[in-house]
C-alpha cells in the first residue's frame, strides 16, 4: 500500500470567546470529539488538562493526525490547531464546527498545504453558518 504524504493544517487564533467556555477543559473535550466526528475523522485518545487559576488544554489524536486547543480564558483566547493527512478528512470542517460553538468575535485563520513539496500558506474560508 502507498501513503500520501498530503495534509492540510488549519490553525486559527480566536479572541472574544466567553471565560467560562474557555475554562472549562470537560466541555472543550466533548466540543473537539464533536468536531473530529464533524469532519469524519477517527478518535484514537483525548487528552485534557485543567489549569489553575485559568486555562485548559485539550488534544485529539486522530488515526489522520491531531485536533488540539490550548486557552487563555482571561484574555478571550483560543488557539486551535487541527492537522489531517490524506485527502478525505478535512480539517476546515472540525475548525469551523469549534468557531461555530465558542462564537469569538475575531477569528485570525491560515492553512498549511503541506507534504507536496514547499508548504503552501493560505487563508482559508470559514464557514461556521453549516452548524449553527
Same mark, same amino acid.
Given at each position: 500500500m502507498e501513503y500520501s504524504t498530503f495534509g492540510r493544517h488549519v490553525a486559527v487564533d480566536t479572541w472574544g470567546v466567553d471565560f467560562d467556555l474557555l475554562n472549562n477543559a470537560e466541555y472543550l473535550q466533548t466540543q473537539l470529539v464533536e468536531a473530529a466526528e464533524a469532519c469524519g475523522a477517527t478518535v484514537l485518545s =483525548? @487528552?485534557?488538562?485543567?489549569?489553575? &487559576? @485559568?486555562? *485548559?488544554?485539550? %488534544? =485529539?489524536? +486522530?488515526?489522520?493526525?491531531?485536533?488540539?486547543i490550548h486557552t487563555y480564558p482571561e484574555r478571550g483566547f483560543a488557539a486551535i490547531d487541527c492537522y489531517?493527512?490524506?485527502? !478525505?478528512?478535512? &480539517? @476546515? +470542517? *472540525?475548525?469551523? $464546527? %469549534?468557531?461555530?460553538? +465558542?462564537k469569538p468575535? /475575531? !477569528? $485570525? *485563520?491560515?492553512?498549511?498545504? /503541506?507534504?507536496l513539496g514547499e508548504m503552501e500558506v493560505v487563508t482559508p474560508d470559514m464557514n461556521v453558518k453549516q452548524f449553527v
Open positions: =483525548v @487528552q485534557s488538562k485543567q489549569f489553575e &487559576p @485559568q486555562g *485548559a488544554t485539550v %488534544l =485529539v489524536m +486522530l488515526s489522520e493526525s491531531h485536533l488540539s489531517t493527512c490524506g485527502e !478525505t478528512v478535512d &480539517p @476546515q +470542517l *472540525a475548525i469551523d $464546527y %469549534l468557531v461555530s460553538v +465558542l468575535e /475575531r !477569528t $485570525y *485563520a491560515k492553512k498549511l498545504i /503541506r507534504g
